[in-house]
Structure formats: structure tokens, C-alpha cells
Nanobody, 122 residues
Framework: VQLQASGGGLVQAGDSLRLSCAAS????????MGWFRRAPGKEREFVAV????????YYTDSVKGRFTISRDNAKNTVYLQMNSLEPEDTAVYYC????????????????WGQGTQVTVSS
């Protein structure tokens, strides 16, 4: 199984980025997909999750209204659209796959991508 995250970069506060995570080696349409992030000196935290059908979605409070998670099962890809970025969003972002319906904690995820760096300058 491979999860390949991409789309990170260096942006200014208020800018947007779209992260992508391409999956292979698993039946993508049967997995819940999540995004997590780890900021410098902090623990990994949950960002967003989308179930296999795209019907059930959750976000951590700090990104609600700014981030949007989506998926394209035909392309085996999950996305994270990030708008109105803030310096506090600076982190390495990871995508992950879970068999649980709406997993918001890392322990429920079976597969992880390598991460993509997002840096937001003020």
C-alpha cells in the first residue's frame, strides 16, 4: 500500500493550497481517508476525515470553514483544500487510510503517507 501526499509549499497568510493524496495497493473506495498534521514541537493532530462514500465528513475545530476534504474514488485520490491559511497551519501534513467509518484518532488508521510540508508565513 502506498499513499503519496503532494501539494505542500511555502505560502503567505491568507493564501490557499490544495493537498492531494494518491493511493495505490488498496481498494480505495472502501477506506475512510483522513488528514493529520504535525507542527514543529507538537504532537500529530487530526485535521479532517471523509468516509468511503464522501457523505460523512468531520474537521477539527481550528480548520472548520477554511479547509475542505474531498475524494475522487475513480482516481483513488483524497484532497484537502486549504483556504485562508494561517501561520498556525504550518506543519507536515499526512494522509492516512482507515477501515473505521469516521476515525479521528491516529490509532484507527492502518496506512500512512510520507507527509508534505506546508509552511505559512505571516
Amino acid at each position: 500500500v502506498q499513499l503519496q501526499a503532494s501539494g505542500g509549499g511555502l505560502v503567505q497568510a491568507g493564501d490557499s493550497l490544495r493537498l492531494s493524496c494518491a493511493a495505490s495497493g488498496l481498494t480505495f473506495s472502501t477506506y475512510t481517508m483522513g488528514w493529520f498534521r504535525r507542527a514543529p514541537g507538537k504532537e500529530r493532530e487530526f485535521v479532517a476525515v471523509i468516509n468511503w462514500s464522501g457523505v460523512t465528513i468531520y474537521y477539527t475545530d481550528s480548520v472548520k470553514g477554511r479547509f475542505t476534504i474531498s475524494r475522487d474514488n475513480a482516481k483513488n485520490t483524497v484532497y484537502l483544500q486549504m483556504n485562508s491559511l494561517e501561520p498556525e497551519d504550518t506543519a507536515v501534513y499526512y494522509c492516512a487510510a482507515s477501515k473505521f467509518q469516521t476515525a479521528t484518532t491516529a490509532q484507527y488508521y492502518d496506512y500512512w503517507g510520507q507527509g508534505t510540508q506546508v509552511t505559512v508565513s505571516s
